[in-house]
């Protein structure tokens, strides 16, 4: 059963990513295929958390698209510093949204989704080749917690892009 009525920063969530941690290293252990890795990356923490939307978007040229998720239809393709998950692509770097409603150029592949953390992935070169993409129906659910979790379960990614 997902854990979602956790708040950010708590304990409880603190011990859920603490539980979530060698799960996620026996699951990627011995793939060696990317899809599948974030398959069952996203489904975890689906599972996990049941937060309203989990999934990659993968870079492809000037544009990221939609790779294994978890949730509702998403949005196929995103620009290059466009909403959220582009944003994020082009300042390389992790960002949380509390409010998605009060992000400038969001784009709302989703009326449920109300806060929104997105994960940059390098590659084995250090570009930026997916981004983890997290939507909440919870306004303002993310916080250093799961930044620094997500971002060091992000890092177990990176070996299976080339």
């Known amino acids: 059963m997902p854990i979602a009525t956790t708040t950010k920063n708590s304990p409880e969530r603190v011990a859920a990513y603490d539980a979530l941690g060698p799960q ?61 998950c582009g944003s994020a692509w082009k300042e390389e770097r992790t960002m949380v949204v509390p409010d998605v409603e009060k992000f400038p150029g969001h784009i709302a592949c989703s009326p449920h989704s109300r806060s929104e953390i997105v994960v940059p992935i390098r590659d084995r070169d250090g570009r930026i080749a997916a981004v983890l993409d997290i939507d909440s129906a919870v306004p303002d659910d993310f916080g250093t917690v799961d930044v620094h979790a997500l971002e060091e379960m992000c890092e177990s990614l990176q070996p299976l892009f080339e």
């Not at 699951?27 to 398959?39: G, H, P, Q, V």
């Open 24 to 84: 996620m290293r026996e699951l990627l252990a011995e793939e060696r295929d990317l899809i599948a890795a974030m398959a069952n990356f996203s489904a975890l923490l689906h599972d996990t958390f049941g937060w309203h939307w989990i999934g990659f978007y993968r870079v492809a040229g000037a544009e990221l698209v939609l790779g294994p998720f978890q949730g509702p239809v998403a949005c196929s393709r995103i620009g290059f510093g466009k909403g959220v």
